[in-house]
């Protein structure tokens, strides 16, 4: 498991060098997450693409969770300083011997923040579900939430901070897979 989320995350580095993408990581006293994300526009030379994004998470506590989704991520028209992202992940986890596997619907929304002379900065929340219907193998539901705050430092990097709640749920035992908060950066090309 943790070879085919290495290899994925090394792929998305490939797709990391087309415009607006990111790679993150991020760390807490108890584990360690690398992230990342690219649109698909590289893939078609149509601006509708430009909105739609792949993404990719790797999180390595006790136990080993590896994400990879697709969402839309738009802005309203007359408010361009918000935006509003819909759309689905595929969660893999292992619990002793029981394999996790859910499909959750993933929403979220994120506004620039206006902070005087500080650089840019964005507050950002991220809600994903999966009920019993979307988890398959030894999973009975996953729910995942997500709140971060970021700052462009210099050009291209952002610094975050964050917290993050997710509960894999399996068909034996309720699992609060990991409760924390983080620190990390990002490197970012929009």
């Known amino acids: 498991m943790k070879k085919i989320a290495l290899l994925l995350l090394l792929i998305n580095l490939n797709i990391f060098a087309i415009d607006k993408a990111s790679l993150g990581l991020n760390i807490n006293p108890n584990d360690l997450e690398v992230e990342g994300r690219s649109t698909l526009a590289f893939a078609n030379d149509d601006p509708t693409f430009r909105n739609f994004y792949i993404n990719g998470n790797f999180i390595n506590s006790d136990e080993t969770l590896f994400g990879l989704g697709f969402f839309v991520e738009n802005a309203p028209t007359n408010y361009q300083n918000i935006s509003f ?7 893999f986890s292992d619990y002793k011997n029981d394999s996790f596997v859910a499909i959750p619907i993933m929403v979220g929304a994120k506004a620039r923040m206006y902070l005087g002379d500080l650089p840019k900065s964005h507050l950002g929340f991220k809600f994903a579900y999966a009920p019993s219907p979307l988890t ?34 399996y068909k034996k035992i309720d699992l609060s897979y990991n409760s924390s908060a983080y620190l990390g950066f990002k490197f970012v090309l929009d």
């Open 85 to 91: 992202a819909i759309g689905l992940r595929t969660i």
């Open 136 to 169: 398959f193998q030894d999973a009975s539901s996953y729910t995942e939430y997500r709140i971060e705050v970021d700052m462009s430092i210099i050009d291209n990097v952002n610094l975050y901070l964050g917290y993050r709640s997710i509960d894999t749920n």
